[in-house]
């Protein structure tokens, strides 16, 4: 029969299933209380929430979020990852804490765009730029082709100006 407390975390499970666009599940057994601490401070700082779950009622949150393969990131003791909107951000803290720490958290397993994944896609994530700076990227090669227009244009019309000032000048040392 369940309480009333677990039917509020599957409840709670369930939200940040619903949200998230990147989940991950991590080894956390080996950290100290205050390994773990550094950790969830430094994936607060990215914006991103890290929950220890219990399986079964991670699973049933997944499941009831309409997400059943979501369920298999929750194996073993599990830091359950979840990452809102920008899937490299989650993926960068988590990467960055685990060069820096050098213990024995490791991520196990990614789900994201409904597809289950082992967890070293966080590495790869992690190496990716930034979103905010692939779009200045694609906004910087939309405008190069129109400043070299820009300047191709304005050249022209100096090269032209240029060639009736010269022109002018024959015709009055002609005169």
């Known amino acids: 029969m369940p309480t009333a407390k677990k039917e509020a975390t599957v409840a709670e499970l369930k939200d940040l299933v619903e949200r998230s666009t990147i989940m991950i599940g991590a080894e956390y057994r080996g950290l100290t209380v205050k390994e773990l601490t550094t950790l969830r401070r430094a994936l607060r700082d990215a914006g991103v929430e890290a929950r220890v779950v219990k399986n079964k009622l991670f699973q049933i949150a997944a499941s009831q979020?309409?997400?059943?393969?979501?369920?298999?990131?929750a194996e073993g003791p599990s830091l359950v990852i979840f990452g809102f909107g920008d899937i490299v951000a989650?993926?960068?803290?988590?990467?960055?804490?685990?060069?820096?720490?050098?213990?024995?958290?490791?991520?196990?397993?990614?789900?994201?765009e409904g597809a289950i994944s082992d967890g070293k896609l966080?590495?790869?994530?992690?190496?990716?730029?930034?979103?905010?700076e692939l779009i200045g990227r694609l906004?910087?090669?939309?405008?190069q082709p129109v400043q070299q227009l820009a300047v191709l244009l304005n050249d022209s019309i100096q090269s032209f100006a240029r060639l009736v000032d010269a022109r002018a000048g024959q015709l009055e040392a002609g005169s």
Do not use: C, H, W
Request: hydrophobic fraction near 50%; avoid cysteine.
């Open 139 to 143: 906004a910087g090669a939309f405008v």
């Open 90 to 112: 989650p993926s960068k803290a988590v990467a960055d804490y685990q060069k820096s720490a050098r213990n024995a958290f490791a991520p196990k397993k990614v789900f994201m």
């Open 65 to 73: 979020a309409g997400i059943e393969t979501a369920g298999q990131v």
């Open 122 to 132: 966080v590495a790869d994530l992690a190496s990716l730029p930034s979103r905010e």
